[in-house]
DNA sequence: ATATCTGCAAATGGTTTGCGGAGGA
DNA sequence: TCCTCCGCAAACCATTTGCAGATAT
């Protein structure tokens, strides 16, 4: 938490193990899951261990259901005035966003 | 492309393999890639093959830079009544939303 | 003929898990 | 003693890749 670089478990596995040469890789992802769980980190990922495609190349938001992972397209006009604004603050250039709605879908809720 | 439901490797696998029954694994995942690389399908993933973790466990955009893969937090306030647009056209619950910004970070522009 | 694509199977690599032991209460 | 956590190494599994044969131009 002390870091604000988004580390993968290999970073944090390696710097946690000059202070505790014994530490060993399953246990910084075990103890990454625990942390999860309590709701003391995120994980950033699209949420499954599978990748998806769209046949749709356009970029559009989608919907993805917490409980089985199906995914949905959401046919909302895109907010493209977002990237202004994320470049004013960042001073980098913003080529386009990825938006998506987490929920249960209809069958699941 | 003919699917509106954003299908894994293996799903298209199944499918096609009932009219090519030779087919491989190995052949859909090169050309999932090479419609990829011609923008004609897109890939649902977060960008990168490690899991990134976010000690910030509070909703937060990213900005993800596309040639390096480091992660920036963007703080832009939370723009929440997209929520309630996406109910409306979906019908489903939506309990939240992220939003990730794509371009070059300051090192690699 | 030659360049490209395919099936197959093995390799890759990030993540998870089973197990036996160490540490704490 | 009992429970929890750890290191270690093997397992897991979606994805990639090397190779030799098939296909297309």
Same mark, same amino acid.
């Given at each position: 938490?002390?870091?604000?670089?988004?580390?993968?478990? $290999?970073?944090?596995?390696? *710097?946690?193990? &000059?202070? +505790?040469?014994?530490?060993?890789?399953?246990?910084?992802? &075990?103890?990454?899951?625990?942390?999860?769980?309590?709701?003391?980190?995120? #994980?950033? !990922? +699209?949420? !499954?261990? =599978? /990748? &998806? @495609? /769209?046949?749709?190349?356009?970029?559009?938001?989608? =919907?993805?259901? #917490?409980? *089985?992972?199906?995914? =949905? $397209?959401? $046919?909302?006009?895109? #907010? $493209?005035?977002?990237?202004?604004?994320?470049?004013?603050?960042?001073? =980098?250039?913003?080529?386009?966003? &990825?938006? #998506? @709605? @987490?929920?249960? *879908?209809?069958? *699941?809720?």
């Amino acid at each position: 938490m002390g870091t604000k670089c988004h580390p993968t478990a $290999d970073w944090i596995f390696a *710097c946690v193990k &000059r202070k +505790f040469p014994h530490l060993s890789l399953g246990t910084v992802y &075990r103890n990454l899951n625990i942390l999860k769980e309590q709701g003391k980190i995120q #994980e950033l !990922s +699209f949420g !499954s261990t =599978f /990748d &998806r @495609f /769209d046949g749709n190349p356009q970029p559009h938001y989608h =919907f993805i259901c #917490e409980k *089985c992972g199906r995914v =949905f $397209d959401v $046919d909302l006009p895109l #907010e $493209d005035h977002l990237n202004k604004k994320a470049e004013r603050i960042l001073h =980098f250039k913003v080529n386009y966003h &990825r938006l #998506e @709605f @987490f929920g249960k *879908c209809g069958n *699941c809720q």
